[in-house]
Structure formats: structure tokens, C-alpha cells
């Protein structure tokens, strides 16, 4: 059988189960590797619901958690279509889903956009951010992206070699490169460019217009009723002038 190495990660000081030492079913994270992996044989509920399967839990209560991740992921009509009836990005959905239908604390992304084209790697993306946003799961993605890891991190930990070079928010990596090779990872030319795609309009705005919501506050509407009657000139400046007919007489020579 294959043999794993050991984790060196070290045991989180944050309160909770610790990250390493329980059983793979025990644990407190969840992964979506890069290819959805799923089970070919099942339709798409019963791959979400196969890490459920080996927890203690009523059947009805692994039916609604099933249903409200896919609901998550916007796949409830696909609940029962095949793997092969399903696009890549749908199936990448999928293996979202199943990640995220155990309630995990921490979700570990491992490239799970590589294999997809542009299109639906922006669109799942997107549902990543979303995700994100509304639950405020702690989710570690790891990419070799550059612009992913700028358009989704709030946070960015930046390796070489196995070792942490520098880390923190984008706009505090970009603006203050640790060292070559930060920059050079980035692109010495593009930085600026990458800056100012991080900005964002609302922070150059006066206190006083963002707080009321970025604009200035809209005029009441006009109320057609109070407006002054229109003055239309006199008919005879609206006629059209009248037609001569030219003249066949045939001019005189001198």
C-alpha cells in the first residue's frame, strides 16, 4: 500500500480540533484538488454526499446538507446527471460541493481552476469570492496564478523553494517587493499595471460622497405637471414656404 509522509505542518494555536494528527474523516478541513475526481458510477448528489457517508449522521440530514451545498454551487437541477453528463466546470462544482457539504473550517484549494478554460475559470471564480464573502470560510488556495491569487486572496503567502519569501495583503506585496525575486515572480513591468487594478475608486473619493454611497445624492424628479406650458410659434412660421414653378421662357442674350 502507498505510504504517506508525515505533515510537518504544525498543530494550529488557534482554538479547535488541532490540523494534524486525527484521521483523514476527523479532521477539520477539506480539499478540491485540481481534477473534480469524482465517481463515475454516481450521479452528483451521491458524489457530494460520500464524505457524509462516514460520519455518524441521520439520512435526512445528509439529504439536506447535499441539497443545500449544491444549492451553493447553483447545480440543483444537475443533483441527478452523471459526471459524463456534466461539463468541466460543473464538475469542478461539483467537487466544490462536496468539499463544502461537511461544513469544513478550512478549505484547501489545490489549483482546482488549472484544467479549465477561461471562460469557466472566471466564472468559478467568481462563485469562489462569493462563497467567501457570504459564509467567511477560511479557504487556502494554492495557484501558480498571478492574477488569480491577486483578484481572490486577501492575504498572500508567497513560496520558493519551500520557503515563505513574503507574505501579506496584495497592495502591501506589490508596493513593497522583500526582494528580487518577489518582483521578478510578479513581473518588474507589470507592477504598476497590477496596482492599479488593486485600487479601488472609492478609496480616492472625498469622505463625504463615499459615505453617502459613492455619488452625490440624486435631484428630486421632475413632476411634468409643474413645468411651464411650451410656447409653439405661430402657424404661419410653420408653413412651408410656397412652390414656384421655374420659369421655360427662354433668357434673353444680350
Do not use: W
Not at 84 to 113: I, K, T
Amino acid at each position: 500500500p502507498p505510504v504517506f509522509p508525515r505533515p510537518c505542518l504544525r498543530p494550529s494555536s488557534s482554538v479547535g480540533p488541532p490540523l494534524v494528527g486525527p484521521p483523514a474523516h476527523g479532521r477539520i478541513g477539506a480539499l478540491v484538488c485540481q481534477g473534480a475526481a469524482l465517481f463515475p458510477v454516481v450521479p452528483a448528489a451521491r458524489n457530494v454526499a460520500f464524505g457524509l457517508g462516514v460520519r455518524p449522521a441521520a439520512r435526512a440530514v445528509i439529504a439536506e446538507s447535499v441539497k443545500r451545498a449544491l444549492e451553493l454551487v447553483q447545480l440543483t437541477p444537475m443533483a441527478d446527471r452523471y459526471p459524463h453528463q456534466l461539463s468541466g466546470g460543473q464538475q469542478q462544482r461539483v467537487g466544490v460541493a462536496r468539499a463544502l457539504a461537511g461544513n469544513p473550517e478550512v478549505l484547501l484549494m489545490d489549483e482546482p481552476f488549472g484544467a479549465l478554460d477561461p471562460v469557466t475559470r472566471s466564472a468559478l471564480q467568481l462563485e469562489i469570492t462569493r462563497i467567501h464573502k457570504t459564509f467567511g470560510k477560511t479557504i487556502v488556495l494554492v495557484t501558480h496564478d498571478i492574477d488569480e491569487a491577486l483578484g481572490l486572496a486577501t492575504r498572500i503567502v508567497l513560496l520558493d523553494q519551500g520557503v515563505v519569501v513574503q507574505s501579506g495583503t496584495p497592495l502591501e506585496v506589490l508596493s513593497a517587493p522583500a526582494n528580487d525575486f518577489v518582483l521578478d515572480f510578479f513581473g518588474r513591468g507589470d507592477v504598476g499595471i497590477k496596482l492599479l487594478g488593486l485600487r479601488r475608486v472609492a478609496d480616492h473619493m472625498r469622505p463625504a460622497i463615499r459615505d453617502a454611497g459613492g455619488f452625490p445624492a440624486d435631484p428630486p424628479p421632475r413632476n411634468p405637471s409643474l413645468d411651464p406650458p411650451t410656447r409653439l410659434p405661430a402657424p404661419s412660421l410653420l408653413a412651408p414656404p410656397p412652390l414656384t414653378r421655374p420659369s421655360l421662357a427662354p433668357t434673353p442674350v444680350p
